[in-house]
């Protein structure tokens, strides 16, 4: 990354684009805060893609994943080193996204990919042989963006990737409807009566507080845990899992499954892609750049065999600073007179000197 960025600033000043006063890129070594964002929903089937656990629940399906906040994170972080605020006035999402509530800490480093750069080509290529490495995918969105090369163009991406197994493969159960909006079936996965004890390690109990407020834990082959929380309560997904851990920790009754315990969960199998346009179009405060174009999307299926979810984000942006002054042509050339000293690392005194006023004359007294 650090190659690359200095790759870029050679590039840029090469070109005359960065003014010396203000860079588009390249404050180093200074720490970031917080920042700021928001989602709009651009989805089938009645489903929305928000940008933050914080934002307000949208109507219908609603889902979340932390792959553009990893992609907001990563422009913070390397780009503008400070929360995105905008010129035009900070949005909702913005404000949102910056109080990163997510990181890429918050998942093991073996489960996403994130790159940015100079749109360009071999920046595709970088990011197709990356994930292909990584994860043996490939993209849903780079056809999506303009990689013909361009200097003044960044481009930020992430994919988040997860494949797991259940401790063992729930039961198939029969197939049923959901809810009471729509009556077409659906399949299900789950412990009936008829079902192995050995079924039931791979559910925890949350707690059971009535018909209508429980919550379970589902264990996997990994460290990745599957919650199901039933409730009827409109809240931020943020709130919803703090009212989790809070239940949790004051449910005192049994918290292991047993012989007298069903579940019954939904197979679902999704394919969804927003843009979120309330931060598209907007200059960025103190940073000189103008985000173009953003995209996510969430790959997600869930069977009775595990969970598999693939998810990619990006964003597009220009460097909007105006064009500095050429720099300099400075040409050291030693052909007068000039002095050459040698001189020890460390040391305060050279240890050979010379003034040369006639080069040629002075080569003749090279040893033969």
């Known amino acids: ?33 917080p920042a700021i964002t928001q989602t709009i929903n651009r989805q089938n089937a009645d489903a929305s893609i928000l940008a933050t656990m914080n934002d307000d629940m949208q109507k219908g399906n609603t889902l979340w994943v932390g792959t553009f906040q990893i992609v907001w994170n990563e422009v913070i972080d390397n780009l503008v080193h400070h929360p995105i605020e905008f010129i035009e006035g900070t949005t909702i999402t913005a404000k949102n996204l910056n109080k990163r509530e997510f990181n890429k800490t918050d998942i093991s480093e073996n489960s996403y990919y ?6 360009s080509p071999k920046l595709k290529k970088e990011i197709e042989k990356g994930i292909k490495e990584k994860f043996n995918e490939t993209s849903d969105i780079l056809d999506s963006f303009d990689f013909t090369y361009n200097p003044m163009k960044i481009f ?3 994919m988040l990737k997860k494949d797991f197994k259940f401790l063992e493969p729930f039961d198939k159960l029969s197939d049923g409807v959901f809810g009471t909006i729509n009556n077409e079936k659906v399949k299900y996965f789950g412990i009936d009566s008829k079902s192995s004890g050995k079924l039931y390690k791979n559910v ?5 507080n009535s018909d209508n407020d429980y919550a379970v834990k589902l264990n996997t082959k990994t460290n990745d845990k599957v919650i199901l929380y039933r409730t009827d309560e409109i ?11 809070s239940k949790d920790k004051e449910y005192n009754d049994r918290k292991y499954f047993g012989n007298y315990d069903r579940l019954k969960v939904p197979d679902i199998s999704l394919y969804l892609i927003t843009n979120f346009k309330d931060v598209e179009g907007k200059n960025i405060k103190n940073a000189n750049f103008r985000i ?6 969430i790959d997600f299926k869930m069977d009775n065999e595990g969970v598999k979810l ?12 105006m064009p500095g002054p050429k720099p300099q042509i400075r040409y050291y050339y030693f052909d007068k007179d000039f002095v050459l000293f040698l001189i020890e690392d460390g040391k ?21």
């Open 1 to 33: 990354m650090k190659k690359l960025l200095g790759i870029l600033i050679v590039l840029m000043l090469l070109i005359g684009t960065i003014p010396t006063s203000k860079a588009c890129l390249f404050k180093k070594n200074e720490k970031t805060a």
């Open 292 to 297: 173009d174009k953003t995209i996510e999307t």
């Open 114 to 119: 994130t790159k940015y750069g100079i749109v």
């Open 204 to 208: 925890s109990v949350l707690f059971y």
């Open 156 to 158: 930020v991406y992430a």
């Open 235 to 245: 809240k931020k997904f943020n709130e919803y899992f703090e009212d989790i851990k």
């Open 348 to 368: 305060n005194v050279p240890y050979y000197a010379m003034r040369i006023t006639d080069v040629a004359n002075l080569n003749k007294t090279g040893k033969k």
């Open 310 to 321: 693939k998810s990619e984000a990006a964003m597009m942006m220009t460097c909007t600073a």
